[in-house]
């Protein structure tokens, strides 16, 4: 006889090579898929109803001490739990006082999470000031990485004009487009939209419906959909999203970045910028955290350890941290050139942790990368 502990990323598959039934291995896997939930400033008579409901099925409630005293309006608790566990609690306490039907609600967002298939986005910046040299091209140069990618395997090619550095130049919309038009062209003379999908990276108006005239699909919007004319074409063109969250601007956003709750704050954005989405008619949306944009690095790693809450949503999650200054923070004296390996620890994290589509400058390496942990993730 042998014993030892199992880590398996398919709960559902891993049973079935078991031999169990389908349906009983369904069952088996929401046992065993262990959540922890934080709920914040949750009313105090909720907090112990909700404790003795998940106790009476096997779940649990960490609550502060003095709780069931009633010492205070509010608290903050902790629920751990099955996918099973949640669903069971999720109906029950729609029928209970102190705001618990809106946490069922929220509770029935954390079950049965499916993990999409991870996409490459590649970058190619046309502007001359981008963070990273490396990802600089124009005219038949940018045509030349544009193939290369997609041989490399890229799925996305992200493209902008404009650096959203820290402390970056403001662009004129003119001389934006005046730099991707002529890559745009390129792209739609050689319909290279059939081989690849193309991102436009952009919050101008007329850049992207440019691009989307040219074939691109996906706007790549830092502000998050703060322009209602972005939301205007995106329905127009029927294109896709990226709600990225950013404190601040470009020019402002790493000036003493400050929040309560990182991720609550994150959460909330998204809540309502999906609504605007929804508002116009929007139905493909991608969510980044945007790691780098108005945080700090506490914040960033905070963000990157708990991306798997954002998948709440039911919508892809993008990262993109490719080769970014939270590196160097972490390991000093990393030039940008030397930031490959940084990036890849944090890409490869975040797919464990939920991320389908990696937004970086090394297509390749990303390739091969990922291909191996899929290979080791379903063995």
Same mark, same amino acid.
Do not use: W
């Given at each position: 006889?042998?014993i030892?502990?199992v880590n398996p990323s398919n709960? +559902?598959?891993f049973?079935?090579?078991? &031999?169990t039934?389908?349906?009983?291995?369904?069952?088996l896997?929401?046992k065993?898929k262990?959540?922890?939930?934080?709920?914040?400033?949750?009313?105090?008579g909720?907090?112990?109803?909700l404790k003795q409901?998940?106790?009476?099925?096997g779940?649990d409630?960490?609550?502060?001490?003095g709780?069931?005293?009633n010492?205070t309006?509010?608290?903050d608790?902790?629920l751990?739990?099955?996918?099973k566990?949640?669903?069971?609690?999720?109906?029950?306490?729609l029928?209970?006082?102190?705001?618990?039907k809106?946490?069922?609600?929220?509770l029935?967002?954390?079950?049965?999470?499916?993990?999409?298939?991870?996409?490459?986005m590649?970058?190619?910046?046309?502007n001359d $000031?981008?963070? !990273?040299?490396?990802?600089?091209?124009? &005219? $038949?140069?940018?045509?030349?990485?544009?193939?290369?990618?997609?041989?490399? &395997?890229?799925?996305?090619?992200d493209?902008?004009?404009?650096?959203?550095?820290?402390?970056?130049?403001i662009?004129?919309a $003119?001389?934006?487009?005046?730099?991707?038009?002529?890559i745009c062209?390129?792209?739609k003379g050689?319909?290279?939209y059939?081989?690849?999908?193309?991102s436009v990276?952009?919050?101008?108006?007329s850049?992207? +419906?440019?691009? %989307?005239?040219?074939?691109?699909t996906?706007?790549?919007?830092?502000t998050g959909?703060?322009?209602?004319?972005?939301c205007?074409?995106?329905?127009k063109?029927?294109?896709?999203?990226v709600?990225?969250?950013?404190?601040?601007?470009?020019?402002?956003?790493q000036?003493?970045?400050t929040?309560?709750?990182?991720?609550?704050?994150?959460?909330e954005?998204?809540?309502?910028r999906?609504?605007?989405?929804?508002?116009?008619?929007?139905?493909?949306?991608?969510l980044?955290v945007?790691?780098? !944009?108005?945080?700090?690095?506490?914040?960033?790693l905070?963000l990157?350890?708990?991306l798997?809450?954002?998948?709440? !949503? &039911?919508y892809?999650? %993008?990262?993109g941290a490719?080769?970014?200054?939270?590196i160097?923070m972490?390991?000093?004296?990393?030039p940008?050139s030397?930031r490959?390996s940084?990036?890849?620890?944090?890409? %490869?994290?975040g797919i464990k942790?939920?991320?389908?589509i990696?937004r970086?400058?090394d297509v390749?390496?990303? !390739?091969?990368a990922?291909?191996?942990? +899929?290979?080791?993730?379903n063995i």
């Open positions: 006889m042998k030892y502990r709960l +559902e598959d049973y079935t090579s078991l &031999g039934e389908v349906a009983g291995a369904k069952i896997a929401s065993s262990i959540n922890t939930i934080m709920i914040k400033a949750l009313h105090t909720a907090a112990n109803i409901d998940a106790l009476s099925i779940a409630l960490a609550v502060p001490r709780t069931i005293l010492e309006p509010t608290v608790v902790v751990i739990a099955s996918d566990h949640l669903k069971v609690l999720a109906k029950k306490e029928s209970q006082p102190f705001g618990l809106k946490v069922a609600h929220e029935e967002s954390f079950i049965n999470q499916k993990q999409p298939k991870t996409k490459i590649g970058i190619l910046n046309a $000031d981008s963070f !990273f040299e490396g990802s600089r091209f124009l &005219g $038949d140069d940018a045509i030349a990485k544009i193939e290369e990618m997609i041989e490399n &395997g890229a799925d996305i090619i493209i902008g004009a404009v650096s959203t550095r820290p402390n970056s130049a662009v004129e $003119d001389e934006e487009l005046s730099r991707i038009k002529p062209d390129a792209i050689k319909k290279l059939e081989k690849v999908i193309f990276d952009s919050f101008t108006p850049v992207i +419906e440019y691009a %989307l005239q040219s074939g691109f996906i706007i790549n919007d830092i959909l703060e322009n209602d004319e972005v205007l074409l995106a329905k063109y029927d294109a896709s999203v709600i990225m969250h950013m404190q601040g601007t470009p020019q402002t956003m000036k003493n970045p929040y309560e709750d990182v991720i609550a704050e994150v959460d954005f998204f809540n309502q999906i609504e605007k989405a929804k508002s116009f008619g929007i139905k493909d949306i991608i980044d945007g790691i780098g !944009f108005g945080k700090t690095l506490e914040h960033n905070l990157l350890q708990n798997e809450h954002f998948r709440r !949503f &039911g892809e999650v %993008l990262l490719s080769r970014k200054s939270l160097e972490i390991v000093p004296n990393t940008t030397e490959l940084g990036t890849l620890a944090i890409h %490869l994290d942790k939920g991320a389908s990696i970086c400058h390749k390496e990303h !390739f091969a990922i291909k191996v942990q +899929e290979a080791i993730n």
